[in-house]
């Protein structure tokens, strides 16, 4: 019985509804227009107090919006849910449907799972490295032997060379170390390292005559024979969660610090993006830039500091051996247990009877107040003096602070050897920073008589191109102070000078730096007790030369490896390395915010020895780029393989365009036309010539010029002139 009661009360309502007036309106839902329909609809001015629209204008996932059908006259009609808002607009016969975004649905996207770092090719590398260093010493200035009478002096001299490379996170290197000191005694180290990366955080090492850690030892000479491990898990710090109500389906690209993270797919209705990778320590500025089909538009969220910051961050690491005939181990850990606590530890032993054991635990004050502290405590024993009885067990507590208010810093550290209390020394420090002056000072003293010292410096910011600054310092011995200046004529060139003081000297000094590419550096110094000219050149291999009035030195280091097929000079082995094809030769690259790094003659760039585990940034400035050469993002960040070569495909975000000169007919130059080539508008100045993208494939352009002219131009690969085809 109640059914067939409400089933008659739904036949009365819809007969009702089909007595709403027709009207032939635009219906527009949200700001997407759907078209001219015949609609039923009654209202009082804009106030819609009943309406029944078709269902064509409805999408797919706009079905939750019907609260039910109704034919009227053999035509299907839709009720709308009431909570969505219809506005009617007489001056443009508009119905207008405001979106309900609950109705359309949720949807969580996880940007750490959905912009994760993408799995690039890795290729093994093997190669041969070798490095050669030599120093001697001499007296230009006269009245000086160097040695025994002879006016030149050999001076300690290394040469090294070895065979390394990585497959499928194995790495091992075998190499030789010949090793000259001053006194001329020589010796020969043949020194080996095997690494294995057992998951992307922890990778296990040996060593036969190399530190724990190290890979390739190069001009290092070691005694240690033994094992390693390194563990490191990162905190990812993330943005808070990012609530949208998205109209339409859209794509949402993810900025953070203009730096583009990648893009998303969206559906309509209320998205909440979680996990947005932040920089760690930093003022982060996340910007949504967030596309459907009626265009772009824009949110953009600020970070303090000290928001997203996250716990979980562990790194550790671990070796054992023989160094020295001595067995030597160590071991160190750090955890963030949150964002406000942090917690370290450290181990270090010796069969001597040497050993050290220290912790700390590190707080970071309440968000925004700026303060941290920590407190730590270390009990150590010394190496044992031979003949001497065992030294005693040291307990030394320490404990520091940091205030930082705008743009005042303050910091404080206190150290207090237990059994030695007049060894306690304590140093304060303080910098403000109001551009364009710097202000710091620092005070430092032991408990003893005589063991005080104060600093004291003022920089000045003249423009963006010089700086002065003044510094000084005292204690119990007299004081000394120093004037100095610089001055940038250009990013390649640059001159400093200063003027040091003590009591009874004055030392002034000179300096000249020119930069004429990223890959090469030359210095010169100048002060009374010397004259020095230093050269570094960074071009498949590193070369640094040193020459001074009382002596000289120089020195070679690179690697002979295989890319492609083809033998290449680099700075070093690759068996953790990253190589980026850019497809443009000469370009100046930022690594990590490091400069020095220039792509090759076929536009690749390789970077060896990157951080274990860590992501690697790479930068492009405009303004380095070539004429002809656009790039679309400035930045990649890349994660690379813990063994191997990661490969980088990076050509398509270079776009390369020459000069072309177009001819509306063989005598006749195109002054002043417009190329359209690919629905891109390329103009031509006064003698025809315009920026055309290179392409490998033959093109057809439209070439217009004023009033009606046109005609249709054949671009071909390398092409330099070209003029209108025949008969277009």
Request: net charge neutral; hydrophobic share 40%.
């Amino acid at each position: 019985m109640g059914a067939l009661l409400t089933l008659g009360t739904a036949a009365l309502a819809g007969a009702a509804e089909c007595d709403l007036p027709e009207e032939l309106l635009g219906v527009r839902v949200g700001q997407v227009s759907r078209g001219t329909f015949v609609v039923r609809v009654q209202h009082e001015g804009e106030r819609v107090q009943g309406a029944l629209v078709p269902p064509e204008v409805l999408r797919g996932g706009e079905r939750s919006y019907v609260a039910g059908e109704v034919t009227c006259d053999g035509v299907t009609y839709v009720r709308l849910q009431p909570e969505l808002r219809l506005t009617y607009l007489q001056d443009t016969q508009e119905l207008r449907i405001a979106p309900a975004f609950a109705r359309l649905g949720q949807r969580e996207i996880d940007l750490r799972q959905a912009l994760r770092h993408p799995d690039y090719p890795v290729l093994p590398s093997l190669g041969v490295d070798f490095g050669a260093r030599a120093s001697a010493g001499y007296d230009l200035r006269g009245g000086n032997e160097a040695v025994s009478g002879f006016p030149l002096a050999l001076g300690p001299a290394q040469a090294y060379v070895g065979v390394g490379g990585s497959r499928q996170g194995l790495s091992g290197y075998v190499g030789v170390l010949y090793d000259r000191d001053s006194d001329q005694r020589s010796a020969v180290q043949l020194r080996a390292t095997a690494e294995y990366a057992v998951t992307p955080e922890l990778t296990l090492q040996a060593g036969y005559h190399a530190a724990a850690g190290v890979a390739q030892p190069e001009f290092t000479a070691s005694e240690f024979v033994g094992v390693s491990a390194r563990y490191r898990r990162d905190a990812v710090r993330v943005a808070p969660r990012i609530e949208l109500q998205l109209e339409n389906p859209s794509a949402i690209t993810v900025y953070v610090n203009n730096v583009r993270l990648g893009q998303v797919e969206a559906p309509a209705g209320e998205v909440s993006l979680r996990n947005v990778p932040l920089e760690p320590q930093a003022h982060n500025t996340v910007v949504l830039l967030i596309e459907d089909e009626t265009g772009f538009h824009q949110k953009t969220l600020e970070v303090p500091a000290d928001v997203g910051l996250q716990g979980g961050g562990l790194s550790a690491n671990f070796s054992l051996g023989r160094n020295a005939g001595l067995w030597v181990g160590s071991a160190a850990a750090q955890y963030a247990v949150n964002p406000g606590l942090g917690v370290a530890a450290q181990a270090r032993g010796s069969s001597n009877g040497a050993f050290s054991v220290g912790a700390q635990v590190r707080l970071m004050g309440p968000a925004g107040a700026g303060l941290a502290g920590s407190a730590g405590v270390l009990v150590s024993r010394a190496v044992p003096v031979l003949d001497e009885r065992s030294p005693p067990v040291q307990t030394t507590l320490s404990a520091s602070a940091d205030l930082v208010r705008g743009p005042l810093n303050v910091s404080a550290a206190l150290a207090v050897p237990l059994t030695q209390f007049s060894a306690s020394t304590l140093n304060l420090r303080a910098s403000y920073n109001a551009a364009p002056w710097f202000v710091s000072a620092r005070l430092g003293s032991a408990l003893t008589r005589d063991s005080w010292l104060v600093e004291a410096g003022l920089t000045r910011l003249i423009n963006d191109r010089s700086s002065a600054t003044l510094t000084a310092s005292a204690f119990p011995e007299g004081w000394r102070a120093q004037l100095s200046a610089q001055y940038r004529f250009s990013p390649k060139f640059q001159v400093s000078a200063g003027l040091g003081a003590a009591p009874g000297t004055l030392s002034p000094r000179v300096s000249v730096a020119y930069q004429p590419d990223p890959t090469q550096a030359m210095t010169l110094n100048a002060d009374l007790g010397d004259v020095t000219a230093t050269y570094a050149l960074t071009r498949g291999v590193d070369l640094g030369v040193q020459v001074s009035t009382r002596g000289a030195a120089a020195q070679v280091r690179g690697a002979l490896t295989s890319l492609d097929g083809r033998p290449q000079l680099v700075s070093g082995l690759s068996q953790r390395g990253l190589l980026v094809r850019t497809g443009v030769p000469g370009i100046p690259v930022l690594v990590n915010g490091s400069a020095g790094a220039v792509t090759n003659a076929r536009g690749e760039l390789l970077i060896t020895q990157v951080p274990a585990g860590e992501p690697v940034l790479i930068r492009v400035n405009p303004r380095d780029l070539p004429l002809g050469v656009s790039i679309g993002s400035v930045e990649l960040e890349v994660l690379p393989s813990m063994s191997g070569l990661t490969v980088v495909d990076w050509r398509e975000n270079f776009k390369v365009s020459t000069f072309v000169r177009f001819y509306w007919t063989a005598a006749e130059v195109a002054a002043s036309a417009d190329l359209y080539l690919n629905g891109e508008r390329i103009p031509l100045d006064d003698d025809g010539y315009g920026l055309v993208p290179q392409n490998a494939q033959v093109r057809n352009g439209d070439l217009r010029g004023a009033g009606d002219r046109r005609c249709t131009v054949r671009i071909t690969p390398g092409v330099q002139e070209v003029t209108c085809a025949p008969g277009s």
